[in-house]
């Protein structure tokens, strides 16, 4: 194994050579905060020639407002829904104790994780690298990749400026350059170099005499989008609190271009201002002492920043053998880094890493104005209060389905998917809203981005009918005399049955894990039509072509931005159907999980599925995205007489909670197996080989030691939205995947994986939301229409 750097070893001019190495923990994504925390324990392992890589003093975060204290609770609740440890809130008094130079009067509280710290990033590296030295692997600075050697669709071999070398993989580590190397394999690579301030005071002198090289906590003002940092007797005051400040990658530098490191730029002194006064106001001992003139102790460094946030990990779908790990700040440095070496070389990553997937981007999101526009906004928000339902305001309006017209008449509240405007609910449906109903008010946090029709929009589709856009579903058409081997390898269902058969599916890691979550139909001998969401089609699109083995006949075209797609869901969608169509939907005559073509008045051929996310009788309608605007126009007047409306995403969700369908990437991932998530049904052990199943077998003998549950919040008016912590006699023994009001059921649904014990119907449990224990119980799965009697109806 052979590493490459254009700048000297170890100390590069990277982005790790001048980070300021914070390393807090706590994050929303399960997927960050584990990775964090296997970075962390890496750390404290390391040494380089006897100095520290680590310093675990602990971090703290302060509120100087009462929105950022009750984020420092749910920020608490992350913690101990992913297994952070030790995590508590402090009063003023209390984190003033740990941080001596903090001034309690300025804050309402704190949060404290005490394994947080400093990582130094250039020890680190230096650790790291000898160990790697010890065990054969071959590093040499100074040397510029200028191209790649792509032989049928794979990378054979890296050009540099010293030579080039014969290869079989490669892992792209470039850090802000990324782009640019990226580019020269033709791989699209969407990061931003955004530059960041960081100012070192003069020495202190309330901190005299400690020859401690790092001994206070890491500190942390979000309300100021501010940090510090202690080293001897300095502090350092790093600042996100001013516009951002993107560097283009045609002026990026390289090594020895400049005497500055090729990670900085010139300090901006204007930026400061706000940032030297509050830091004053907050820690008083540094009034005076922050020289932001002094190029010495000023920077500008840059850093990463994604469309998403996101990092970048994988092998890309465009050339096999090309592997990332970019956009990766030192907190997580560590974890990814085993976890691509997991995945390069057992086949698979030890956690689910969906969240970084290198190919989960559409292409217009790797285009330069989005990935600048995006990444700009990003470090707006980087420490922002981020809503789970909070939508981007720009840019906006990328994709725009046939209805979005007819949409926007009846009042729709728009979100955005996989770059698609998509409604949440129309302002049409008020009126529908019940006045007595227990839901229509929650709590602050919970009703932010809702609205109560999103409940009047829920019933009214389980009373008569409703019409969902579902165009932004990936669609995909797999083909050739060798796609349902193919399928069949790839997939734990039987995908061999009739054609206008539907096959609800998993595909499986090697281990058993749920990759993929979708429907497969049988359009013809060797042709099938996958359906899966918008927000997780190019994930897995890639990883359906990488499955295709060298010969093998099999053809994948991506059919979404070709075809629009309708839900036609309800008791009276048969009656609504039956008056445009040319052809006999009785049950009898279209069963339940068939799929044929129908005419829709003039708009045909129109591939209608007899199936429903609902959980209600209807049909999924594919046709000429040119003709889709006809399709709505002919069904809306056929349904309204019968109580037809049209419904968005927010009830879209609670209608499958109430039905207890798994939503792919939430409550159900390459961690767990199908049996485990309650899927054992679509498992069909006994169909011959598919990926996954010698792991099942497994998992089959032993029994599953945990179960995804149905629960529901005793109080009929409280309202969680997932990733709250689960507690049995006061233990945390779970978190919420998922969280939303039934309204059919009237109750508040959580989904989660708890121990196989305690998952059984009656069993008691409290979920935990902005540290209140709320009352629950285990309850039945799923809550509405156990036996489908209306989905076969």
């Keep these: 194994m052979l590493v490459l750097d254009q700048g000297p070893l170890f100390e590069t001019g990277g982005s790790t050579t001048h980070a300021p190495g914070l390393a807090f ?29 680590w310093y675990g003093v602990g971090g703290i975060e302060v509120a100087t407002s009462e929105a950022r204290m009750r984020e420092l609770k749910r920020r608490l609740g992350f913690a101990r829904s992913y297994g952070l ?21 300025t804050i309402l509280g704190a949060y404290q994780v005490p394994s947080d710290g400093i990582a130094k990033g250039v020890r680190i590296a230096a650790a790291l690298g000898r160990k790697a030295e010890q065990q054969g692997v071959a590093f040499e600075g100074g040397v510029v990749v200028t191209g790649f050697e792509i032989l049928d669709g794979r990378v054979v071999g890296v050009r540099t400026d010293h030579g080039d070398v014969e290869c079989e993989r490669v892992l792209l580590c470039a850090g802000i350059w990324g782009p640019s190397v990226g580019a020269l394999a033709g791989v699209p690579v969407p990061l931003l170099a955004v530059q960041h301030q960081l100012v070192w005071t003069d ?58 490191m090729p990670s900085l730029m010139p300090f901006t002194p204007s930026d400061f201002d706000v940032a030297e006064a509050e830091a004053a106001r907050l820690l008083p001992a540094l009034k005076g002492r922050l020289r932001p003139a002094d190029p010495e102790r000023s920077i500008n460094g840059m850093f990463s920043f994604t469309p998403d946030a996101g990092s970048i990990v994988g092998e890309s779908a465009k050339i096999r053998g090309f592997w990332l790990c970019e956009a990766v700040w030192v907190t997580h440095a560590g974890g990814f880094g085993r976890h691509v070496a997991e995945w390069m070389v057992q086949g698979e990553p030890s956690i689910d890493l969906a969240e970084a997937d290198a190919n989960r981007f559409y292409p217009y999101m790797t285009t330069p104005p989005f990935v600048l526009e995006r990444g700009k906004q990003q470090y707006r928000e980087v420490y922002d209060i981020i809503h789970p339902r909070q939508q981007m305001a720009r840019p906006r309006k990328l994709r725009l389905s046939p209805f979005y017209e007819r949409q926007s008449e009846l009042g729709a509240e728009f979100l955005v998917g996989a770059g698609w405007e998509r409604p949440e609910w129309f302002d049409a449906n008020a009126g529908l809203v019940p006045s007595d109903a227990p839901w229509l008010r929650r709590d602050e946090w919970a009703a932010r981005f809702w609205s109560p029709i999103e409940g009047a929009e829920h019933l009214a589709t389980r009373s008569s009918a409703a019409l969902f856009d579902l165009t932004a579903f990936a669609k995909f058409d797999v083909a050739g005399p060798d796609a349902p081997a193919y399928l069949e390898r790839i997939c734990a269902n039987r995908i061999d049955r009739p054609v206008g058969t539907i096959v609800y599916t998993a595909m499986l890691t090697p281990s058993g894990g749920i990759r993929c979550d979708l429907t497969i139909t049988r359009k013809e001998d060797e042709l099938f039509r996958v359906i899966t969401g918008g927000g997780s089609g190019q994930h897995d699109l890639a990883w359906m072509r990488g499955k295709i083995r060298d010969g093998e006949r099999v053809r994948i075209a991506e059919r979404t931005g070709s075809l629009f797609a309708l839900g036609l869901w309800g008791p009276q969608a048969r009656e609504i159907l039956a008056q445009v169509s040319d052809v006999d939907v009785g049950n009898d005559a279209f069963p339940y999980m068939t799929a044929r073509y129908v005419n829709v008045g003039e708009v045909g051929p129109v591939w209608a599925q007899r199936i429903s996310y609902a959980g209600e009788l209807g049909w999924e309608l594919y046709g000429q995205f040119a003709m889709g605007d006809r399709a709505w126009e002919l069904l809306w007047e056929a349904g309204q007489d019968l109580g037809l409306v049209a419904a968005g995403l927010g009830c ?62 005793d109080d009929p008016t409280a309202v969680v939205l997932g990733k709250e912590p689960i507690r049995s006699d006061g233990r945390v023994v779970g978190y919420a995947t998922s969280g939303g009001y039934g309204y059919s059921v009237g109750r508040c649904i959580v989904y989660g994986y708890l121990p196989a014990e305690l998952a059984v119907p009656g069993t008691s449990v409290e979920v935990e939301y902005f540290d209140e224990r709320l009352p629950a119980t285990v309850a039945e799965d799923p809550l509405w229409d156990p036996k489908d009697e209306r989905l076969r109806a």
């Design 25 to 53: 923990q706590t994050n929303g994504s399960r997927m960050m905060c584990r990775i964090a925390q296997e970075s962390v324990a890496l750390y404290a392992t390391l040494d380089d020639d006897g100095l520290p890589a």
């Design 85 to 105: 440890e030790g995590a508590e809130l402090l009063t003023p008094a209390e984190a003033a104790g740990k941080v001596p130079l903090l001034d309690p009067s």
């Design 203 to 260: 020495p202190i002198p309330e901190l005299e005499g400690d020859a401690r090289e790092i001994a206070h906590p890491i500190l942390r003002h979000q309300d100021m989008a501010m940090y510090f940092r202690h080293r001897e007797d300095h502090y350092a005051v790093g600042n996100y609190r001013h516009e951002p400040i993107a560097t283009p990658q045609s002026q990026l530098r390289g090594p020895g271009d400049e005497p500055l």
């Design 652 to 713: 879209f969700d609670t209608l499958r909670l109430e039905k207890g369908y798994r939503f792919w990437g939430q409550d159900i991932y390459t961690e767990h197996d199908p049996f485990e998530s309650g899927l054992g049904f679509a498992v069909k052990m006994d169909k011959g080989p598919f990926q996954g199943r010698d792991a099942l077998e497994r998992v089959l003998e032993r029994g599953p030691t945990e179960r995804l549950a149905c629960i529901t919040l």
